[in-house]
């Protein structure tokens, strides 16, 4: 990081912290910078043209580049959960105290404009060995760190990286005392859905496995280890289309489609899932056990049919494609079936019936057996 002159900052005690810091000497893309300010107080920052945004402490807004200005701050334990701190903000609050209270070592590092490093717990040489550690026994004072350190994993798993036996002990304890019950749904799912779209998704729910909190947090997922594994495996297995906002969606859709309906709709509501989630969850389950039946003893027109009502296609003709690349993935023959049989129903259009006189439910009657001879078409041999 080279200095660069900017007078709204001049003067002031500043260092970049967290992120950016640590995904720099990884050689990871840095998209924005966290800042820490020492020795400061809200007036003088307002006075210089910054934005105060923050809710629960001094945070504000660069008057120019908008990136986030901390004042550093401590943390003192007070209640249940995420939520249940009181926060100090201060000018005697030092750089070292504010680093104290993050949760992990690499993310405990600062770095002056000039570049140079300020590492008081030994982030770097964790980097460097590749360990997820704790920055001190104060991780057991928020639940909301047995996610992170999950999704961290998710993130960096691919890179070798390990979470420190000791950190692991931890996050048990958290799980073992309660604690862990205390977290809001919005944070489970704020932290889930990040970590859905990490490089190593699988990582994150494995390691929540494996300390008990997803047996708190998703009892659903946690009933079935050998069911768990397989979603997992499949959360790579998606349509080669799907990329972008859409993957974090198919990834959840994918891990849950093997749920029955209740399951699915109790964990949605527990997490507060976006209805976008939950919907397509529900139609990646229902193209599974279509594919399940044709295994089976393969498919009649009638079943086809109430597939594709069952997913609306008529009313949501883009959600086929993507649901006929699932099923190819794993049995291309009846993929090419129901594409065909896709085509021939779509083209007995309701307006069609309504000029030769048909209405009401003659016409509903009508445009279902019309459209299930179309599939029988497409099956004939």
């Known amino acids: 990081m080279v200095a660069t002159r900017d ?26 910078h966290d800042w820490v300010v020492v020795g400061a107080t809200p007036e003088e920052m307002r006075r210089r043209g910054f934005k105060p945004v923050g809710r629960d402490f001094p945070v504000f807004l660069h008057p120019e580049s908008h990136e986030e200005y901390a004042l550093a701050r401590t943390e003192r334990k007070a209640g249940h959960g995420y939520t ?14 504010d680093l104290a209270r993050r949760d992990l070592t690499l993310n405990a590092m600062a770095e002056t404009p000039e570049g140079d490093l300020i590492d008081p717990y030994g982030g770097l040489d964790d980097l ?31 890179l070798g990286f390990t979470i420190a036996a000791e950190t692991r002990a931890l996050m048990r304890e958290l799980v073992t005392s309660g604690e862990i019950g205390h977290l809001v749904a919005e944070r489970v799912w704020t932290e889930t859905e990040k970590a859905l779209g990490e490089p190593w998704p699988e990582v994150y729910f494995q390691t929540l496995a494996d300390c008990g909190a997803l047996g708190v947090l998703m009892p659903e997922l946690a009933a079935d280890s050998e069911a768990l594994d397989e979603a997992l495996g499949r959360l790579h297995c998606l349509p080669e289309e ?6 974090v969606r198919w990834r959840w859709a994918r891990l849950v489609e093997h749920l029955n ?9 527990r997490l507060r899932l976006p209805k976008t989630h939950a919907a397509l969850a529900r139609q990646a389950a229902l193209t599974r056990e279509l594919c399940r039946e044709a295994e089976t003893g393969g498919l009649a027109a009638e079943r086809i049919l109430a597939w594709l009502d069952a997913i609306d296609a008529w009313r ?9 690349s699932l099923v190819s993935l794993e049995a291309p023959a009846l993929a090419d079936d129901l594409a065909l049989a896709w ?23 009508e445009l279902a057996r019309r459209r299930r001879e179309a599939i029988e078409a497409a099956l004939a041999p």
């Open 84 to 97: 249940g701190f009181v926060v100090h903000a201060s000018p005697e609050v030092t750089l070292e105290e």
């Open 343 to 365: 085509r021939l129903s779509a083209q007995v259009l309701p307006k069609t019936l309504v000029g030769e006189g048909f209405q009401g439910r003659e016409l509903g009657e």
């Open 128 to 158: 460097e060995a590749r360990v997820l550690r704790h920055v001190s026994l104060a991780f057991v004072e928020d639940p909301l760190r047995v996610l992170r350190a999950a999704r961290f994993l998710a993130r960096y798993a691919g």
């Open 316 to 324: 949501r003709s883009e959600r086929v494609a993507p649901l006929l």
């Open 242 to 247: 799907i990329d972008g906002e859409a993957l």
């Open 7 to 32: 007078p709204a900052v001049e003067g002031l005690e500043v260092y970049c912290v967290g992120g950016a810091v640590r995904d720099a000497r990884l050689g990871w893309p840095v998209y924005d």
């Open 261 to 269: 309906e209740a399951a699915r709709r109790s964990l949605a509501e």
